[in-house]
């Protein structure tokens, strides 16, 4: 087994066929908690804080990587620990909560656009403009606060969003943005036992609501929203990865290595200086020396 297999091995690029219950949420691929995953997992990091170095270094593409996922599946963790040694200044991250007011005044990709990465730099979305085919489809009242034009409200509008997410992330590879997106595909029963321990650890306490326990009662619902998403919006350019997300030791690991490889696929080295510009070293060398 090769570690760059990891990732592909949950990557969904065009398949209209896609079933969601063909991957298990309790996959670790074979391999154990412990030791050698703790291990793939420091490397990896340690390769994408050199990876992401070059990535700023060099100031032409950007990657976005954007986090789906049901309640209590671990988004927050992956932030924490696949990003701990990135350099913070390379590095954004966006949370994307219920939108206000001014957010529903404007297009569904007015609030998200205003927060892409810049050249150089790594953008986290913690949710998305995904949500908008996912908790706006699950409850369609959520789409009436919207204040969309009547005409336009039609039995298509599904298949519009796909279309324009996708001519919008096509828009967005074209001008140097990486894309990579990940569902943490978490089973409704560990999300029960790791919300009852959000109950049972106080410190847990904060992080549990009553609106994230209703929400359960919408999960076959959820569940084909997003196989609906994925089989839509998953592209050679921007990718799906559809990781289990039962065994957060093995969540962090997949995506952590599906960021490198898309990392690597940008072949990065550090800017080469033109003969003028190493002339120019040698001046300032020169001067500095000089001026004690
Ligand atoms: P946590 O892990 O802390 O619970 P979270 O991402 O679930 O993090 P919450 O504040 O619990 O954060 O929930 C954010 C809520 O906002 C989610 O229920 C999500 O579905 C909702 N939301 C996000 N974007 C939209 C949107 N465009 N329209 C309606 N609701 C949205
Ligand atoms: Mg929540």
Redesign the pocket.
Known sequence: MKRKDLARRYRIADDKKFRLKDIDPEDTWKLKAGDQARQWLDEGVSRLRELQDLLYAQNRSAVLLILQAM??AG??GIIKHVMSGVNPQGCQVY?????SQQELNHD?LWRTTKCLPERGHIGIF??SYY??V???RVHPE?LAHENLPPALVTSDLWNERFQDINAFERHLVRNGVVIRKFFLHVSKKEQRQRLLARLDEADKNW?I?M??VQ?RHYWDDYTAAYQDMIRHTATEEAPWYVVPADNKWFTRLVVAEAVLDALESLNLKYPELSDIQRKDLGVIRKTLLRNG
């Not at 949370?95 to 939108?99: N, R, T």
């Open positions: 309640d209590a988004k927050d949370a994307f909560k219920a939108p569904f913690n949710r949500e908008e996912l908790v706006v959520l992080k609501s609106a994230d929400e």
